[in-house]
């Protein structure tokens, strides 16, 4: 699916005329060539998004713009796991934990959010979903995503997360993307087998952080109101 180039911190994936949508910075739905996965360095706190990446892809000499996630994973640690029609590269660390207890003490157990660790997916098929189906591509993922790390690491994501699904116009078309499908499935498959390996390289000389010993991350302790559809909420 993708022909993946990595220089100066910088992924790029590369397929002609692909469709994307993404959940990072200035996402949402696109047509290109290209797409970015950037490494950024600790205690990154820049806000003029737009300019820095620009900056990065210069650096790294690629002059195609297209969407973009950041993470503050080296990009050694990016893998790539393939299935079927499918292929995913992810890279994945958890030092800023998004954990949600489903008995809250309503005491926070995790320091305050910073912009460190991140789980990106890069996630493309050579088939041709239909615009829901691609959209819930990014469900599927997500839920996998979500699975692996509650099995590896205890939560079901970060403070940072993103995804970019990827297809190509031109494939084979598809009405439906669920997790029973061939490409719903291979999706599930690869996002495990990738977040599985880039967890394993980022944390093969020091242990996978408990949510607990965590240094940044947020713990949702609120507690909602419920109540029937059709009956006001009190004020």
């Not at 047509?31 to 820049?46: H, I, K």
């Not at 300019?51 to 993470?71: H, K």
């Not at 800023?96 to 789980?119: I, K």
């Not at 997916?121 to 995503?145: D, H, Y």
Request: glycine fraction near 10%.
């Amino acid at each position: 699916m993708f022909e993946p180039r990595v220089r100066e911190g910088v992924l790029q994936v590369s397929r002609p005329n692909t469709r994307w949508l993404s959940t990072g910075w200035d996402g949402g739905r696109s047509n290109g060539d290209v797409a970015y996965n950037v490494s950024v360095p600790e205690g990154f706190d820049r806000t003029d998004l737009t300019e820095y990446i620009a900056s990065r892809r210069e650096r790294a000499g690629f002059e195609r713009p297209g969407p973009t996630l950041l993470t503050g994973v080296d990009l050694k640690h990016a893998r790539r796991a393939c299935y079927g029609s499918v292929e995913v590269i992810a890279t994945a660390g958890v030092s800023n934990p998004a954990a949600l207890p489903m008995n809250p003490s309503g005491e926070r157990s995790v320091p305050a959010e910073s912009r460190v660790g991140t789980v990106n997916l890069i996630v493309g098929t050579s088939r041709s979903p239909s615009r829901g189906a691609l959209s819930n591509l990014l469900t599927v993922a997500a839920e996998a995503k979500a699975a692996t790390l509650l099995e590896r690491a205890g939560v079901p994501g970060t403070t940072t997360d993103a995804i970019i699904v990827a297809c190509d116009p031109a494939g084979e078309p598809v009405e439906f993307t669920g997790s029973a499908t061939p490409v719903g499935a291979a999706v599930r498959a690869c996002v495990r087998e990738a977040v599985a390996a880039s967890l394993d390289s980022r944390y093969a000389d020091i242990p996978l952080p408990t949510p607990e010993e965590a240094e940044y991350g947020v713990e949702t302790t609120e507690r909602a109101e419920v109540f029937s559809v059709g009956t006001e909420p009190t004020k």
